[in-house]
């Protein structure tokens, strides 16, 4: 039961690219969302949230939430090396249960 | 740094045995979670609990149990293990609400055999 989608499923950029990553989701219910980043073998890790429209920036990552479009987005500047991973988008549902996307898998080239 | 432990790190079962999966947290949380992890794939829900002697299904529970004698402890239990339960598990905990975060586990590879 996956109600958060997202896209794409892997994405491949240059280093210093501006990256997009794209998460919609089946009802408006929530008002918890949150990207979590997990490196190859590693714990995911909640890397930012969002709890109400709008757009929130933190260092190079800004995420924009649009409750009424159901779409919630990651933007990375000046992409790194280091930030090759899987980007997990998740909403809160009922309160007590994190349900997660499907993940976006990111190559930054160097 | 909020601290959650599993154990095995990683298990090689036969087809039709029990296996348990282990998980302990010293974070004081209330909820803690069981997530399943396909190859390069999102994290599936299994089971939960937000309080100890009590579990509650997730969005995949079929072919799993889970226990929560206490607090800190949280395990996973497979009665009758298949091949198709062959992925990594997480184990998280956190404190109740939308706006916190959840801490995961270093994940115990579970192969199927």
């Known amino acids: 039961q996956q109600n958060v989608q997202q896209s794409p499923e892997s994405l491949i950029v240059p280093e210093g690219a501006r990256t997009s990553l794209n998460c919609t989701f089946s009802d408006s219910a929530s008002q918890y969302f949150w990207w979590y980043r997990q490196h190859s073998g590693k714990a995911p890790k909640a890397l930012m949230s969002i709890f109400s429209n709008g757009e929130k920036e933190e260092g190079r990552f800004t995420i924009h939430l649009n409750k009424a479009s159901l779409h919630f987005s990651l933007h990375i500047r000046d992409s790194q090396p280091s930030d090759s991973a899987l980007y997990l988008c998740?909403?809160?549902?009922?309160?007590?249960?994190?349900?997660f996307g499907t993940g976006t898998s990111l190559l930054v080239d160097p | 740094e909020a601290a959650v432990t599993q154990s095995p790190r990683s298990k090689v079962a036969v087809t039709g045995g029990k296996v348990t999966l282990s998980c302990h947290q010293t974070n004081n949380h209330d909820y803690m979670y069981w997530y399943r992890q396909d190859t390069g794939h999102g994290l599936r829900l299994i089971h939960y609990s937000y309080v100890a002697d009590s579990t509650e299904k997730g969005d995949i529970p079929d072919g799993y149990k889970a226990s929560r004698p206490s607090q800190e402890n949280f395990s996973l239990i497979l009665e009758l293990a298949s091949l198709s339960q062959t992925a990594v598990y997480f184990c998280?905990?956190?404190?109740?609400?939308?706006?916190?975060?959840?801490?995961f586990g270093k994940g115990t590879r579970l192969t199927v055999v």
């Open positions: 998740a909403r809160w549902n009922m309160g007590y249960k994190l349900t």
């Open positions: 998280a905990s956190s404190d109740q609400g939308g706006n916190t975060e959840v801490f």
